[in-house]
Nanobody, 124 residues
């Protein structure tokens, strides 16, 4: 069973940057695709970005392209989400999750283990 802990959230002004970290315990982490999702108040949880087990293949939604970058360091059992040029609409609780396989996935149902989330608040 993989356990995930997100960190790096906080309050930032529009245009600022944050780097989220997702630290994992468990042997299957390095062989699994990892995803980042977010959930704003009153909205459904949505996919943001994902990375395959090698770190060579990534995917993200159009609204964050050019601003967010997902990466991983398997030696540290950690996945990162670098967020630049933040906007108020990026405000949400951000979650990382372990995929059911080694590729990257975009659906909630494709993930099996979730962290507790970290709050990101972007002020205008």
């Amino acid at each position: 069973q993989v356990q995930l802990v997100e960190s790096g959230g906080g309050l930032v002004q529009a245009g600022g940057s944050l780097r989220l970290s997702c630290a994992a315990s468990g042997r299957t982490f390095t062989a699994s695709g990892i995803g980042w999702f977010r959930q704003a108040p009153g909205k459904e949880r949505e996919f943001v970005a994902a990375i395959d087990w090698t770190g060579d293949n990534t995917y993200c939604i159009d609204s964050v392209k050019g601003r967010f970058t997902i990466s991983r360091d398997n030696a540290k059992n950690t996945v990162y989400l670098q967020m630049n040029s933040l906007k108020p609409e990026d405000t949400a609780v951000y979650y990382c999750a372990v995929g059911r396989g080694s590729y990257y996935y975009t659906g909630l149902q494709d993930y099996k283990s979730w962290g507790q989330g970290t709050q990101v608040t972007v002020s205008s």
